[in-house]
């Protein structure tokens, strides 16, 4: 049998790039890392194996941010409307480089994600080695390993690459990493976009195979479970076009209920933001499938690029005309005028029990089950069956409109753009009325999730960010192809020669 004491590259990785004295490091004992020699310290290092860092940063690239102020008469925000803005904000919001290394910057995701997927690594190495009686826990501790080190690559390669398509076997993603470090700084190269894409696919369905959720204590929504891993591949296979197996793993998981998986907005409502935003991400709800504590200052909504009370309610239209009841728990107020919905509660993990500093995290729904649904429409509607994917719209809309469509014309005379010349609407496809609903219903669930940026890389969607007037009021556009949709690559990554993304 193999034993494995998990390596401290990351922590070496530190040390060089923020010159912690090497005096500190000798000072811990040497032999104070787990030991991986049974099933039980494998399970203990795979609990561990999920990034403690959010991409909920990545709305601000999107339409899900502006100046915040109220506009003039001419549409333009005064101001910033109360908000502090920094440097780290600015450079977001234009889809700049972000230089910043911590909490709510790509390096921050980075580092993090790659940090969980080297649990995983250590635990991969050694499993099948481990003897044990217990085959079967053995094999779900593998499979969680798996999964988890399938997800932390795929949300690299579509945060860090562009997104798959016909160019994704020459498009340069992301390192995937298959085998723990044994080596201080080992050289690494980027994997193609499609060669990403097909490891995640492998260690998926091996994983899948394997995952058993008797194992897991309590909701079991800290880890993969069989229907967090089966909301996963619906993603995963939407992401890379494989309408069918899209369908196939959200069949499996939605089964013959999927309005069960859909979050009741009027039962979640507490007596104020804080119980509320407890409700919207309690683990025992059953459309909340996997929830992570995660570090991010993002929650405090008087800092950077957010809506205001007009955007938010433009936000919630719909073609039905019907109160959304997204809306049930009330529009907040942060500052003079940032609005935001009942959805993160800032937690605070202090240094020590006398400490009055810290680090602030919230408790994060990584998946939902209203995604799968949405999953399924669209893949549906890629598959020109768009009566089921109606149909699955429905299922949501009955939610959260009391309402369902009969008909599919107020759905087109909704999205369709009106000719400026004519002023007359240009009127859509049905297949093409029915994306811009499907995306829209997207962007109103996803919102504070992070998932609204995806969806503009995978639908080559443009975004316009304009400045208050106070600070010129200049206007930036990130065009439908614009290569800024794949994030650079962290500078301290660069500088041991991995190649950049393209500008």
């Not at 972000?98 to 995701?109: D, N």
Request: aromatic share 12%.
């Amino acid at each position: 049998m193999k034993n494995y004491k998990i390596q401290s590259y990351i922590l070496l990785l530190v040390l060089i790039v923020f010159g912690t004295s090497c005096n500190k490091y000798l000072d811990e004992a040497p032999d104070n890392r787990i030991e991986v020699d049974n099933i039980d310290a494998a399970a203990k290092v795979i609990a561990n194996a999920y990034t403690q860092a959010s991409y909920v940063f990545t709305d601000i690239y999107t339409d899900l941010a502006g100046p915040v102020g109220n506009p003039n008469d001419d549409g333009l925000s005064e101001t910033y409307g109360g908000n502090t803005i920094d440097n780290q904000d600015l450079q977001t919001y234009k889809w700049e480089d972000v230089t910043a290394l911590f909490q709510e910057s790509p390096t921050f995701y980075w580092d993090e994600s790659y940090t969980a997927i080297a649990h995983t690594n250590e635990v991969l190495s050694v499993i099948d080695g481990i003897e044990t009686e217990n085959q079967e826990k053995k094999d779900a501790i593998k499979g969680e390993a798996l999964i988890s080190r399938a997800y932390h690559h795929f949300m690299l390669v579509n945060l860090f690459g562009l997104h798959y398509d016909e160019n994704a076997s020459s498009n340069l993603g992301v390192p995937y990493i298959l085998k723990p470090e044994v080596e201080f700084l080992p050289s690494y190269k980027r994997n193609t976009v499609a060669e990403v894409y097909d490891l995640v696919e492998k260690d998926l369905l091996e994983g899948l195979a394997l995952i058993n959720d008797k194992f897991f204590i309590g909701t079991k929504k800290h880890h993969f479970t069989k229907k967090a891993a089966q909301a996963f591949a619906s993603r995963f296979y939407l992401w890379k076009k494989d309408y069918a197996n899209c369908i196939k793993y959200s069949d499996l998981f939605l089964g013959d209920s999927p309005e069960t998986y859909i979050k009741d907005y009027n039962s979640i409502q507490g007596s104020g933001y804080n119980e509320t935003a407890n409700n919207y991400g309690d683990p025992t709800d059953p459309s909340n499938l996997l929830v992570i504590s995660q570090v991010t200052s993002y929650i405090r909504r008087t800092n950077g690029f957010r809506l205001n009370n007009g955007d938010v309610n433009r936000v919630y239209r719909n073609p039905l005309s019907s109160r959304d009841t997204r809306l049930a728990n009330g529009i907040w107020r942060a500052g003079t005028d940032a609005r935001y919905l009942a959805r993160l509660k800032e937690e605070f993990f202090k240094e020590n029990l006398s400490s009055a500093t810290g680090t602030p995290y919230y408790i994060a729904v990584v998946f939902k089950g209203e995604e799968v649904i949405l999953n399924r429409a669209e893949a549906y509607l890629y598959m020109n069956m768009q009566d089921k994917a109606l149909t699955d719209i429905n299922i949501l809309a009955n939610n959260r409109y009391g309402n369902t469509f009969t008909d599919i014309s107020p759905i087109i005379n909704f999205y369709s753009p009106v000719d400026p010349e004519t002023n007359q609407p240009i009127l859509l496809s049905e297949q093409e009325a029915i994306k811009e609903l499907i995306l829209h219903e997207r962007k109103k669930e996803f919102w504070d999730h992070g998932l609204r940026w995806f969806d503009i890389k995978r639908h080559n969607i443009a975004v316009t960010h304009v400045l208050p007037i106070s600070e010129g009021g200049e206007s930036f556009t990130l065009t439908e192809t614009d290569l800024r949709k794949a994030i650079q690559i962290p500078n301290d990554a660069l500088s041991f020669g991995l190649t950049p993304n393209p500008r």
